[in-house]
């Protein structure tokens, strides 16, 4: 792959987490790193081993020769090559995600709206009603709502639980396969329960609630252990310098080359969820079980995708210490500072270290300490996800239901919020191959919160389009501000849906990507699909909120549908950079040998104590 730069900084890495596949004749210049490193009382600290083979956690610094202080400063940072391992992942991840976001793209109007009058009885349109839309079960504008913030919710509440099992039991691969099954018994389902006698009938309401279910189950088991297993494959996580051809010496940093990881992994996500654009034509003209079908068949992809690269991939065993060490640290310091969370000491008072002045043995590392710091403060951090996501797109069917208000010409009322993969799509590539190059140049700092903070501004300005544009529905509908159930349409076009939609788009990029990338660096290697597991699950307490705005979604107050959750937001986001700014400049990645000097010092306390 070709060299690039995504203008990112990084300070402290972590260590390759298997064999690197040195040559025989380099043995001479690797060192292992667990012997050289202090450890106090083997028998008594806990295991922190989870590679799937035996090897040895060895840096070969001839290979992989380590940058100076000044080469940090000077060096042009690239990312690394991606192992075709983790290229095959993501094109399980976009399989999956084609047949999620496929069958999603459609709930709505299956849910909200009955069978049209003078269509085939499969809930597409008639077609001499081009500006009509499809339909089935006839719940209503604010069920439909509720139930699809309920799909959301339970889809990213389950993964909390995947992600466990994963870490825990049965290992992160071995859970992806978990997911695909489940998800494919929904998908069976769903597509039976479609049928056009059962929906002439009236019958399709419990049966599809089935599939909904089970679909949301097998996608949270599936989902959390994904974007772990695909940075898993890059192995050689630290930074060291090289020479490119045109004789140039650049830095290959671990922190570029995740967050280009990332890039891509988003990038196939919403290659799959474009497949969505198809689905509410098939939905719109054709019926409700044929879109159900065709993402059920791509579906089916994914066993053979998965057992094709079974060999090829690394795979984590389940090591359940990390989880239980984590959260013997956080209890233990919560007790230290009796219960104060906001105590200048929290983390500082269980430090293995400082223990050991009192007389007290800890049986964890001072990095272990330093991992539960960072990954509470990754979750915190994650705490202002879900106002933002309820702007993107805005709460439940506000977006479907105002373009069902609009002037369509024949394009379908839920077309233009499918448009979100498409400009994600387009914008990545911009974003890595333009715009990160071009501030790397110019020495601009674009930190992760900063990043963060910038895709928060983007859709704050999408969702005051979004208001403006429902006033203007209001305006010029026939039915006044009573739009939604009017028999006619806005003159307006649903086409002016599009900035609202790109810009949310756009946000995403700067948002959930940064967001994977600090849940894998921040967390415990082997509590990573468990702390991504929290950032998916902050989308559910987003739909959760969402529910309690059900009562809002409707006519004459869509307007403050898009607008006070954009005023939430802007708030959030003045608080977001005041209290977090400081993060830009934390370390991406830590590991053991960045603790020797205080584990070396524990070491001798503890023998002077005893």
Not at 176 to 197: E, F, R, S
Not at 409 to 419: E, I, K, R, S, V
Not at 552 to 573: K, M, S
């Amino acid at each position: 792959m070709a060299e690039n730069v995504v203008g990112l900084t990084v300070q402290k890495v972590v260590e390759p987490d298997a064999d690197q596949g040195i040559p025989t004749e380099k043995a001479s210049s690797v060192r292992n790193i667990q012997d050289a490193r202090p450890i106090p009382d083997d028998h008594n600290v806990e295991s922190q081993s989870d590679s799937l083979d035996e090897t040895r956690h060895v840096v070969d610094y001839e290979a992989y020769p380590p940058p100076t202080e000044e080469e940090r400063k000077i060096l042009r940072k690239v990312y690394d090559s991606i192992p075709v391992a983790a290229w095959s992942l993501c094109v399980v991840e976009l399989a999956e995600r084609a047949s999620y976001y496929g069958v999603k793209a459609v709930f709505n109007n299956y849910m909200q709206f009955p069978l049209p009058t003078g269509g085939p009885g499969t809930g597409a349109i008639d077609p001499s009603k081009p500006n009509s839309h499809a339909g089935a079960l006839d719940l209503g504008l604010q069920t439909a709502s509720a139930l699809g913030l309920l799909f959301t919710f339970l889809a990213y509440v389950v993964p909390i639980f995947g992600a466990w099992l994963a870490d825990t039991k049965i290992g992160r691969y071995r859970a992806i396969v978990y997911g695909v099954l489940i998800g494919g018994v929904a998908h069976v389902i769903m597509i039976g329960g479609a049928a056009p006698a059962l929906l002439q009938a009236g019958k399709g309401v419990a049966i599809f609630l089935v599939s909904f279910i089970i679909l949301a189950i097998g996608a949270g088991i599936f989902k959390p252990n994904v974007a772990p297993t695909v940075i898993d494959q890059y192995k050689y996580q630290r930074e060291y310098t090289k020479v490119l051809k045109s004789g140039e010496k650049v830095l290959v940093d671990p922190e570029t080359t995740v967050s280009h990881i990332m890039l891509i992994f988003y990038a196939f996500v919403n290659v799959g969820a474009f497949f969505s654009i198809a689905i509410v034509y098939i939905e719109k003209y054709h019926s409700f079980w044929l879109a159900f079908l065709v993402p059920g068949i791509v579906y089916f992809l994914l066993p053979v995708l998965l057992a094709a690269m079974y060999k090829r991939t690394v795979r984590k065993r389940p090591q359940g210490s990390d989880l239980t060490r984590f959260i013997k640290i956080t209890v233990s310091a919560l007790k230290a500072s009796k219960g104060n969370i906001f105590s200048k000491h929290l983390w500082n008072n269980v430090k293995p270290s400082v223990l050991a002045v009192k007389g007290i043995h800890a049986s964890y590392s001072e990095k272990d300490v330093d991992d539960a710091r960072r990954t509470w403060q990754a979750v915190q951090i994650f705490l202002y996800i879900p106002i933002w996501y309820l702007n993107d797109g805005g709460v439940g069917s506000v977006q479907s239901n105002q373009g069902a208000s609009m002037t369509s010409n024949g394009a379908p009322n839920d077309l233009l919020g499918h448009f979100n993969p498409l400009v994600i799509i387009v914008f990545s590539p911009f974003m890595a191959q333009v715009v990160y190059p071009f501030l790397e140049r110019k020495k601009i700092k674009f930190g992760r919160i900063s990043r963060m903070t910038f895709g928060f501004v983007l859709t704050i300005i999408s969702g005051v389009i979004g208001a403006v544009v429902q006033y203007r529905v209001y305006e010029t509908s026939p039915c006044g501000y009573y739009a939604s159930d009017c028999d006619d349409v806005s003159p307006i076009s649903i086409w002016w849906q599009i900035p609202n939609v790109a810009l949310g788009a756009m946000s995403e990029i700067f948002v959930n990507v940064t967001s994977y990338e600090l849940a894998y660096a921040r967390a415990p290697e082997n509590m990573r699909a468990t702390v991504v597991a929290l950032f998916l699950f902050m989308t559910a307490l987003s739909s959760a909120l969402g529910e309690i705005l059900i009562p809002a979604i409707a006519d004459p107050t869509l307007v403050w549908a898009w607008a006070a959750p954009a005023i939430a937001l802007f708030v959030q986001t003045v608080i977001f950079w005041w209290r977090y700014r400081n993060v830009n400049e934390d370390a991406f990645m830590t590991y053991e040998e960045d603790f020797e000097e205080l584990n070396a010092e524990r070491l001798n306390i503890e023998k002077e104590v005893k």
